[in-house]
Each structure stands twice: as structure tokens, then as C-alpha cells.
């Protein structure tokens, strides 16, 4: 069906002789062919219409999700606590660490480098970790600690 414009806030259908503001008051609508809007608008630029996806739309839906993340940073999710202090340090989920709320941090987007070497950014200072197999999984950062993973 097609819509008047005319009063701020009216939207009623055109064969409807007012219409209610939303606070109680009717107001009367003037409505002519050069004030009258179509309901019908496109769609969002982020809807897919039917038939009209390609082949890349359909192969990231059918993906699971994480699927898009690289297996290295995959491995490495969960909760970290530090040796020694056993301090807990955050959640790597998707590809950055989520910070403990007692850090006042920013989400740190984690990067993949050569021989499986894991980097990130933090208070514009960059970090490099080793990653050391073993039970319970270790990050071995660049500045000398050391994280272990406590949970997925």
C-alpha cells in the first residue's frame, strides 16, 4: 500500500481519513499525489535478495563458525593465566585476546607469523610469543613472560 507524507510522524495508510501521533492526538493528513511516498523501499545493501548470492556468499554461510580464523589462533583459544603470579589475563576468542576486566585494555588483535609465532599490540608496544606444546599449552612472549591456557 501506498503512504502519505505530509505531517512529521504520520504514516497511515491513504484510504485512513487521520491517524493518532502516538501521544494521543489525531492529526488530519493532507495528502496528494505529489506528497504521497511508496512503502515499498529496497532492501539494506547487506540483504542478499533470493538468487541473487555468489558462490562466495553461500561458502561463508555453510562454514562453521571460527572457520574464517586461522587454525593457529584457533588452538590458542581460551583462558590464559602468567606463570608465577597464576594472574588471569584474558580469553583469546576469535582472533584477539578479550583482557581481564581488571586491565583497562583495549581488544588486542592477534596476528600469525612465519614458524607459527604468534604477535598482537598492546599500548602501541608490539609482542611476539612462541607457542610451547605440551599440557597445559604455553605462550612464551617476547618480553619474557610466560602465559599457560586454564580453560577453552
Do not use: H
Amino acid at each position: 500500500p501506498r503512504q502519505r507524507a505530509g505531517l512529521a510522524g504520520c504514516s497511515r495508510p491513504a484510504a485512513e481519513p487521520s491517524c493518532d501521533d502516538g501521544m494521543g492526538q489525531v492529526c488530519e493528513c493532507e495528502g496528494n499525489k505529489e506528497n504521497e511516498l511508496s512503502t515499498a523501499r529496497p532492501p539494506p545493501d547487506d540483504v542478499v535478495q533470493a538468487g541473487q548470492g555468489s558462490a562466495m556468499d553461500e561458502k561463508a554461510v555453510s562454514q562453521p563458525p571460527g572457520a574464517m580464523v586461522p587454525r593457529e589462533i584457533r588452538r590458542l583459544w581460551g583462558t590464559w593465566k602468567t606463570e608465577g603470579d597464576q594472574q588471569t589475563m584474558g580469553r583469546i576468542e576469535g582472533r584477539e585476546v578479550i583482557w581481564d576486566n581488571m586491565f583497562n585494555y583495549n581488544r588486542s588483535p592477534l596476528k600469525v607469523l612465519p614458524r607459527g609465532r604468534i604477535e598482537m599490540e598492546l599500548t602501541n608496544q608490539v609482542y611476539q610469543a612462541e607457542v610451547v606444546e605440551g599440557e597445559p599449552l604455553r605462550l612464551r612472549w617476547s618480553d619474557g613472560e610466560v602465559w599457560f591456557r586454564v580453560s577453552r
